[in-house]
């Protein structure tokens, strides 16, 4: 009888329950606050009680190696995956479109294979989604979506976490999250950190094209409870494609969502508004028609004031932003999560690499493994003195 594992890869968050959801945002927060006090400069420890007994976030890279496999560019996703490696003691090897012989002189099969036997994980980003499909498919090591034409599930994880560490916003009774520990009188709060509070279900706007980040949000945000108001142009081609529509009525997430080609019903009752690019890599020779079609879906004060949108609404984009999207006001104003957003990006995929890639525990059953408080709980011979 074999005893080999299946090799786990993750394409979408439709791939997971709301439980193994939930245990990703609550292994990334325990990630971040292991890990931020180590990159706190020298002084400003020492100012708070000496050098701090830190314990190190997991190690489960060490000695290990992650292929960054990027057919388009990539600031974010990017520096994300590099640094989340390195914290978890492997080695990232950013491999570009003009670096591999990747659909020049090697196919996708032939490339899986050759890059997974000399790495423990592939963090993909690629152009058609059929391209990662292919790339899981003969992959002998774990292979993470990165981006595809379909989904972008890293991006919408670092959403769902930063609604959750911002839930006093939306819920005057929750407290905010406490100060990262920064020397010997926090050790113990930087040994238990405890977990993020999950935010109340909200009412979610989205107002754009259907593009990747939507899509994961449509699999995703009606099974944590919350209502997702979408408008894009009354056109086939700003819907979600039949594939994704598929997941999203399969796993009844169709029952939550409520989709408009006007704005202005999008954002009514709205706690949150989320944006993002109306022209994607690749559509750069449809510009002129997009930019025609979007007209009158800029996110303003005035567009959710005359919506109706709750009136503390807050709001969203996964960048890069473009002013035509969203305008400065609400961009740069207090309403925007805009960057602590941006900065998860980091805490969310350093807790994908660990558990895919360095432990293999991603898609265990809750409980299998210990469940998450016991698998994220570092060895001992993890932390440092």
Request: hydrophobic share 40%.
């Amino acid at each position: 009888m074999s005893l080999a594992r299946r090799v786990p890869h993750l394409m979408t968050l439709a791939d997971l329950s709301p439980s193994q959801i939930q245990r990703i945002l609550t292994h990334a927060y325990y990630l971040k606050r292991h890990a931020l006090p180590w990159s706190l400069p020298h002084a400003v420890r020492s100012k708070h009680g000496g050098p701090p007994n830190l314990r190190m976030p997991s190690q489960s890279l060490f000695n290990k190696s992650v292929a960054l496999l990027f057919a388009k560019r990539s600031t974010r996703t990017r520096l994300a995956a590099e640094t989340a490696t390195h914290l978890l003691g492997g080695q990232a090897l950013f491999l570009g479109r003009d670096d591999i012989q990747l659909g020049v002189n090697e196919t996708v099969r032939d490339s899986a294979r050759v890059i997974g036997g000399m790495v423990e994980g592939i963090f993909a980003r690629v152009g058609d989604h059929s391209e990662i499909e292919e790339l899981a498919r003969y992959s002998p090591v774990p292979v993470l979506n990165a981006l595809s034409s379909l989904w972008h599930p890293t991006q919408v994880l670092a959403d769902l976490l930063t609604l959750n560490e911002h839930a006093y916003l939306f819920s005057p009774d929750v407290p905010p999250p406490p100060p990262l520990p920064t020397g010997k009188a926090d050790r113990e709060s930087q040994r238990n950190p405890g977990r993020t509070t999950v935010v109340r279900p909200l009412t979610v706007a989205y107002v754009g094209d259907s593009a990747n980040v939507l899509h994961d949000m449509l699999v995703s945000f009606p099974r944590l409870g919350h209502q997702l108001r979408v408008a894009s142009p009354a056109n086939e081609k700003y819907r979600a494609p039949k594939a994704v529509w598929d997941r999203v009525v399969e796993l009844g997430c169709d029952k939550g969502i409520h989709w408009t080609a006007d704005p202005r019903e999008a954002v009514h009752g709205a706690d949150l508004v989320v944006t993002d690019t109306w022209i994607s890599m690749g559509q750069e020779a449809e510009k002129a028609q997009r930019l025609k079609d979007f007209q009158g879906y800029q996110v303003t004060e005035a567009l959710c004031r005359e919506g109706g949108a709750n009136p503390d609404w807050k709001f969203m984009h996964c960048l890069p932003r473009k002013q035509d999207e969203v305008d400065d006001e609400v961009f740069y104003g207090p309403r925007s999560l805009v960057f602590p957003v941006s900065d998860n990006r980091k805490w969310t995929i350093m807790a994908m690499f660990d558990l895919l890639f360095g432990k293999w525990s991603l898609l265990a059953r809750t409980g299998e493994l210990g469940g998450a408080a016991a698998e994220d709980e570092p060895a001992e011979e993890e932390r440092s003195g």
